[in-house]
């Protein structure tokens, strides 16, 4: 399977150096996300798209977004601005497509979807966000990962805007049955090991899971006040991404009818465990 990675030119925070958006050229050239619509990764897929010997460029054929997040999605209009027979295609998340004026073709879970020279078959894997989709390349094992998986940290699950845990959690045993040899994310190195990373994440939900409890054993507890307790090294500033974390825990443990929010006027919640 041939590929080409285009940079997102986006780095920040969140997105680390940028998004990965990777070109699949061929009969049917197609890009896996969008980016978040830089000039700079438009000029590069173009560069990438023409054969450089005197022939004409290869014209994009498809735009195939892992999930609605703005650094996967935001770029989707600019493409199919500049190549107009480019059709984007996406799982469906109606509340969070619409913001982007695309008329997304919907995909669907374990659906083949033509890419370059070949077939990608459909991964739908919930958790990072509602509609998040992972793409597989069958013949070689490679997974296009989008942001279910990313070398050398964790991925945010949050809570407050469509993540769910459980969800997650799920999604990365089905990629672990799946065994891909090599996973391609969108942000950072390839993963040329998935197992094992894969269960370094299930190991590492576990883990923080019992934090959790362990913390509100001695008492009901904010958010704030776990975020201050179990990330003891955190920058303050990503102390809003360990909330969203500790959130997506408390949700799947309340679903569990392992804990309770007590909800207080004029403040915030707080988590105690339910007697079992």
């Known amino acids: 399977m041939r590929f080409r990675l285009i940079p997102g030119h986006n780095p920040g925070p969140f997105t680390g150096t940028g998004t990965n ?42 735009v195939l977004v892992t999930h609605a997040h703005s650094d996967h999605a935001a770029g989707t209009g600019a493409l199919v601005a500049r190549w107009p027979r480019a059709i984007a295609a996406k799982f469906p998340w109606p509340e969070k497509d619409a913001r982007y004026s695309v008329g997304f073709q919907p995909l669907q879970d374990d659906q083949p979807v033509p890419a ?3 077939v990608l078959w459909t991964v739908h894997t919930p958790g990072h966000a509602p509609d998040h989709l992972c793409f597989l390349e069958p013949h070689s094992g490679t997974l296009f990962g989008g942001d279910l998986v990313v070398n050398g940290a964790t991925v945010m699950i949050p809570a407050s805007s469509g993540g769910n845990l459980a969800h997650y959690l799920a999604s990365l045993r089905r990629v672990l049955d799946l065994q891909p040899r090599r996973i391609l994310p969108a942000h950072g190195s390839p993963i ?11 190991a590492h939900r576990q883990i923080r899971e019992r934090q959790i409890l362990e913390q509100l054993a001695a008492g009901p507890l904010t958010i704030a006040h776990l975020v201050g307790r179990i990330y003891t090294d955190l920058a303050r500033d990503l102390h809003g991404a360990a909330a969203e974390s500790v959130l997506a825990h ?27």
């Open 21 to 62: 958006t990777y070109l699949l050229p061929g009969a049917a050239p197609a890009l896996i996300d969008a980016g978040a619509g830089d000039p700079r990764h438009l000029d590069d897929l173009a560069a990438a798209l023409d054969p450089g010997d005197g022939r004409a460029p290869s014209a994009l054929a498809s």
């Open 116 to 118: 370059g020279d070949g």
């Open 192 to 202: 040329e090991h998935p197992a094992a990373l894969v269960r370094s994440y299930l």
């Open 250 to 276: 408390l949700v799947k443990l309340r679903d569990e009818d392992a804990v309770a929010e007590d909800v207080e006027v004029g403040g915030p919640s707080r988590w105690r465990l339910l007697a079992r």
